[in-house]
């Protein structure tokens, strides 16, 4: 008898005391499979031998009805008894190569894998698949630490493109994350998730059949997310020539729209980025209570997510407002103050990106050199004092900017005495602004809540809304470096404001000092 073909997209994992009490766990299975399930696991750790074996053929009666592989976890002894297409081993579990001499080479055998190490004696070892994780917290394991998209990537980037090892990952895969992990896990190697490894959010799922048919369809919806940027098959971008003639048009209309932007921000700058958010035409609501978060999504037009007050109700609120950002296609704006100056700040920043989808960062050199060692992008190292970057910051700016901006699928913004923006294709300087915001706190977080607001506005271009949100807040300062009643940073920090309202539309196309970076 050959080896099955197996489709790994939704892999089912059962747990019975997780199962809905609605039904049996044959039933959840039967469900399940009807609603999409392409992969089944028995799992049973509190059952004896002969219990498990009786389990296992009672629902190898159902897998075989609807031709879906069953495998059982950590028991050859049972795989072998009902003749299960194959089995399922963790790192602690009998070893890869010792289950494939019992199983022989016709089943089906996986195995549990956390890091590039262990998926890469998985290969080595025969396995057919591996299960990647723990993505993130689940009710049936305690992890020591979670993977999140990033950590999943770094795996999918040690197997090399054509080998046949499939992948799927595990742990905490809900409906409402399934998108984004697929679609931000795939390697720079052109390696995708085969599949997804679903626990509660199927037996434990009211309707298991209605939750297949989501997390089945969330799960195509990212594949094709991945497969479409890998292959550079994305909508053609406007030209910068393009997106500079707009600028007029988009402060107009925030204008006239006042989009409303969730700051989740730090208490130093608060009162500034709230100000400066006025000035410009939009409205912002300081919300950092994570309770009401969801309500807020739903009426808000964009976030940000600003770190530096870090407390961990801040956090939580971060995290939340992200989730139902996304959940809403509501932009979301990072600004990882202070980013390396920590390690406290710098795990916040990757638990903030491995959480949700952040559309732009905003950061200066030494803390986009920190997201660039987080989500393993090589580049200098830039040290940090405080919240401030010191030294003479990147050899090449652009090509560091590009590079984030790339592997993480979204547009980055380095801000410094020129600031540089890209979206991994576009990559421009913007040499506007005055040394004075570089002397008053807060001006890092004022551009982003510029930027979070012309984002709102522009749902469809964040690199444009990113240029724009910087442009203006430093066309500003340079006419307010230029008031006669400015004397320093005291008085400048008023006439800043002043000026961010007085800006005409037509200023930022004609003052502006932005310049293409070819690549």
Do not use: W
């Not at 997201?371 to 970057?389: F, H, L, N, P, Y």
Request: proline share 4%.
């Amino acid at each position: 008898m050959s080896k099955p073909a197996v489709d790994y997209s939704l892999y089912l994992v059962t747990d019975t005391g997780l199962n809905h009490p609605s039904r049996t766990l044959v039933q959840s299975v039967e469900d399940s499979i009807l609603g999409g399930v392409t992969l089944v696991q028995l799992r049973e750790k509190e059952l004896d031998t002969e219990a498990f074996i009786a389990l296992a053929r009672e629902v190898q009666v159902v897998t075989r009805k609807h031709n879906v592989p069953l495998l059982i976890n950590d028991n050859i002894e049972v795989a072998l008894a009902i003749d299960a297409e194959g089995a399922h081993v963790g790192q602690d579990d009998v070893s890869c190569v010792e289950a494939r001499r019992l199983l022989g080479p016709n089943k089906i055998l996986g195995i549990s894998t956390g890091t590039p190490e262990e998926a890469k004696k998985a290969l080595a070892d025969g396995a057919d698949y591996i299960g990647i994780g723990t993505c993130f917290m689940t009710q049936t394991k305690s992890p020591k630490r979670t993977l999140g998209p990033i950590g999943v990537r770094t795996i999918l980037e040690v197997i090399p493109a054509d080998a046949p090892l499939k992948t799927v990952v595990i742990g905490g895969i809900k409906h409402d994350n399934t998108r984004r992990v697929i679609a931000h896990s795939a390697g720079s190697n052109g390696r995708i998730l085969d599949g997804i490894a679903v626990v509660t959010g199927i037996v434990g799922a009211v309707d298991a059949k209605l939750a297949s048919e989501q997390l089945l369809s969330e799960f195509k919806a990212g594949f094709d997310m991945a497969s479409q940027r890998l292959q550079g098959k994305v909508a053609p971008a406007a030209s910068v020539e393009e997106v500079l003639k707009s600028f007029p048009r988009l402060l107009t209309t925030l204008r006239e729209k006042s989009p409303l932007t969730h700051h989740i921000s730090n208490y130093v700058a608060m009162n500034d980025t709230a100000n400066a958010t006025l000035a410009l035409g939009g409205s912002p609501i300081m919300a950092p209570s994570a309770s009401e978060a969801e309500d807020l999504s739903k009426v808000v037009s964009s976030v940000v997510l600003n770190i530096g007050t870090l407390t961990e109700s801040f956090v939580e609120c971060m995290l939340e407002a992200g989730k139902h950002a996304n959940a809403q296609a509501k932009p979301v704006v990072l600004d990882p103050v202070g980013a390396g100056a920590t390690t406290l700040r710098a795990a916040t920043t990757r638990r903030i990106l491995n959480a949700m989808h952040v559309d732009i960062i905003k950061g200066n050199a030494g803390e986009i050199s920190t997201i660039a060692g987080i989500i393993g992008c090589q580049s200098e190292s830039i040290a940090m004092r405080g919240v401030d970057s010191i030294g003479s910051g990147f050899t090449d700016p652009s090509a560091v900017v590009r590079a984030v901006a790339k592997r993480e699928n979204c547009v980055v913004a380095m801000t410094g005495v020129v600031d540089y923006v890209s979206d991994g294709v576009r990559t421009v300087a913007i040499e506007n602004g005055h040394p004075y915001q570089g002397r008053i706190t807060g001006s890092g977080c004022m551009i982003a809540s510029s930027i979070a607001s012309f984002a709102a506005i522009s749902p469809k271009d964040h690199f444009a809304a990113a240029v724009a949100g910087i442009l203006a807040l430093n066309l500003a300062g340079e006419h307010a470096g230029a008031r006669d009643d400015v004397r320093g940073p005291g008085t400048f920090r008023a006439a800043f404001i002043d000026e961010i309202a007085n800006l005409n539309p037509e200023q930022l196309l004609t003052e502006a000092k932005v310049r293409t970076v070819a690549l």
